[in-house]
């Protein structure tokens, strides 16, 4: 074959793989292999990989051999443990397991499993657990299901459970295989509740025996999906008294949810009477945590402390681990500790609780922090990395050979080599890889690959200022503040100048084209499509529309970036209804993705204010605002109000 350069070759290599050109792959595979080129082992692992449904164990050990300790190596071993557990060959399938290193593979768990309830093992809890934490269906872990349904080391009970978790999830894949699981006429019945759920609660929908009661709760939990009040209808007319508690209490649960999300005042009614009912059971809950995390925000959004400490008190021991309950379940021990020393004991764990979760990193801890009065400085900076630690990183071969594919345009791949080579590295190991990627301006490896270390915190890798003069210059000129700028870049794009989001979002502040072109005619400068990833172009009609949208949300920081996530009209939507304290506000966006945003741009902010050196002592409750509520009715909203950028 025609010589081809080092960099070109990757990437044809890559191309081949995508368009499954077998021949192609294969002859470049073996150019890279004469090369010997640095990346072959890429080559080598797509070569293979086109081809793994048909070679044999011993071709898959001879690429160990050729690429041992390698991410390349684990990668393959992955997709080869898939294919084993889809030929059902469970000696080898047992001896490649014990050697994968990733363990992050869940459909890889099911076929782990399935391999011990084949050598003779009772499996019941961990595959009950696996199946029932699985996100969305695939095959390893439906048929896992199937293969422990049969041996009865899970129920009918179990399938029901799991049928109702996919739905509240909106997972239909994994919805169907559990409908399947208990019978073709099962899965019919779901798909026409999927089809038109209020049709099927008025004309198939049927009382007595389990089948029906929860086939019923399905239809309840599609209704209330659309319409909360419409399902809350039906079950106070009929359907709490015709199923079981248990359902009942179920379909309860999952309207309160539903109305939670929509930020209906009726939430918390829905919620009092699922846990009323629950409190009748004697076996343990077992809503989903996110079905808990509702009731809780919608307890705070209504005031009813009480209520929050009952959701919160039923979430997994995992989930109550979560810094955002932590703190709210010591706001709710003060908001009902009563007079006298059983309520002092109740405000001192409080205080404790408080204590421990206090940091200046996290939009929690920060609040955690203030909330106690205290004003907290920046962690020390650690010492010096030394030139022999430096020196291990630069020699280190999955980090070198990952910074090469991000080098040729290859970032997910690369992403993936380097936060595998990052595998029990200790704090100084993990700074000086920080340190490689900082170097190289590879912001975002810089800014993850630190904030994995425990002890040793170096603010200038986790918190960069790159950009510096621009972004301060432009700040200035918007008339904003540049903390929040670079608050509010860090979480769009972690400074990589070609970020490209799923929706099309462009360059440093992820903003749109139509969002750009709307700006550049309200700021007068001209816009060209090819302008988005120019830095200064970039920076310039992101900080423009970032006032604006501020402006639109009357100078709150909190509204505005929930507006540059997912658009100015939904936060003009979720400020109506009763004013709340900001930080309960945030809580209750209703999108994951805009929740995590809006509080780690407000922590981002009051780190960078403390970095930058401006209004360096405003805290992040000052920055929040006391409160948010609906917009007083004298100030305009219309033509002038900013466009969508979600």
Not at 427 to 439: F, W
Not at 457 to 465: G, H, K, L, N
Request: proline share 4%; glycine share 6%; hydrophobic share 40%.
């Amino acid at each position: 074959m025609p010589v081809v350069n080092q960099a070109d070759l990757i990437t044809e290599a890559h191309e081949a793989q995508r368009k499954k050109d077998r021949k192609r792959l294969a002859a470049l595979n073996q150019a890279a292999q004469a090369q010997r080129h640095p990346l072959a082992a890429w080559v080598d692992y797509w070569d293979l990989g086109l081809r793994l449904y048909e070679v044999s164990q011993p071709e898959v050990n001879a690429f160990y051999a050729r690429w041992p300790g390698t991410y390349v190596e684990d990668r393959l071993r992955n997709d080869w443990l898939l294919e084993l557990g889809r030929r059902r060959d469970w000696a080898n399938f047992t001896n490649d397991h014990a050697r994968y290193q990733m363990r992050d593979d869940r459909e890889v768990v099911c076929y782990a499993l399935m391999a011990e309830q084949a050598a003779g093992r009772n499996v019941r809890e961990a595959g009950r657990a696996a199946w029932l934490a699985q996100r969305d269906g695939d095959e390893g872990c439906n048929s896992m299901a199937r293969t422990l349904l049969e041996a009865k080391q899970l129920s009918e009970d179990d399938v029901w459970l799991k049928l109702r978790l996919s739905v509240e999830a909106l997972r239909p894949r994994a919805a169907k295989q559990a409908a399947n699981l208990l019978g073709k006429q099962i899965e019919l019945h779901l798909a026409d509740i999927q089809e038109n759920p209020l049709r099927y609660m008025t004309r198939k929908a049927k009382t007595g025996g389990r089948t029906h009661s929860e086939l019923a709760t399905l239809g309840l939990m599609r209704v209330a999906a659309a319409d909360p009040s419409q399902a809350a209808e039906l079950l106070s007319s009929r359907w709490e008294k015709a199923l079981s508690t248990e359902l009942a209490a179920w379909a309860w649960a999952q309207v309160g949810r539903q109305a939670a999300f929509k930020l209906q005042p009726e939430a918390s009614d829905y919620f009092e009477r699922a846990l009323k009912l629950s409190q009748k059971l004697r076996s343990p809950l077992e809503w989903s945590d996110e079905t808990l995390a509702w009731a809780t925000r919608s307890a705070l959004r209504s005031g009813r402390w009480h209520q929050g400490l009952l959701a919160m008190g039923l979430m997994s021991a995992n989930e109550q681990r979560d810094a955002a309950w932590q703190y709210w379940r010591a706001r709710a021990l003060l908001a009902t500790a009563a007079d006298g020393v059983s309520g002092e004991a109740l405000r001192q764990e409080a205080r404790s609780n408080l204590q421990s979760l206090a940091s200046p990193l996290s939009f929690y801890g920060r609040l955690a922090a203030e909330d106690l009065g205290q004003h907290l400085s920046l962690p020390a900076t650690p010492s010096s990395l030394s030139s022999a630690e430096r020196r291990q990183a630069q020699a280190h071969p999955g980090l070198n050979s990952a910074l090469m594919m991000i080098a040729i345009g290859l970032r997910n791949e690369g992403v993936r080599e380097w936060n595998y080579s990052l595998r029990g590295m200790n704090d100084r190991e993990l700074r000086a890889a920080a340190q490689e990627a900082c170097d190289r301006e590879i912001w975002d490896r810089c800014i993850n690959t630190s904030e994995r270390s425990k002890q040793e915190v170096d603010m200038a890798q986790r918190f960069p200022t790159p950009h510096r003069q621009a972004l301060l210059n432009q700040s200035r000129e918007a008339g904003i503040d540049p903390a929040y700028v670079y608050g509010l870049i860090r979480q769009e794009s972690r400074f990589v100048m070609d970020a490209r989001s799923h929706v099309g979002a462009s360059g440093l502040m992820q903003v749109m084209p139509a969002t750009a072109r709307w700006t550049a005619k309200k700021i007068g400068i001209e816009f060209r499509p090819e302008l988005m990833n120019d830095r200064d172009f970039n920076i310039r009609i992101g900080t423009a529309y970032l006032k604006l949208v501020l402006d639109d949300f009357e100078g709150s920081i909190a509204m505005a970036a929930a507006a540059y996530n997912a658009g100015p009209g939904r936060p003009r939507r979720w400020r109506e209804g009763p004013t709340l304290d900001s930080a309960i506000w945030v809580e209750n966006v209703p999108f994951n993705e805009t929740r995590d945003y809006v509080k780690k741009v407000l922590a981002n902010a009051t780190l960078y204010g403390q970095l930058l050196g401006v209004e360096p002592s405003k805290g992040l409750r000052q920055r929040l605002g006391r409160s948010i509520g609906p917009r007083e009715a004298s100030t305009p909203t219309g033509a002038n109000t900013p466009g969508d950028n979600s």
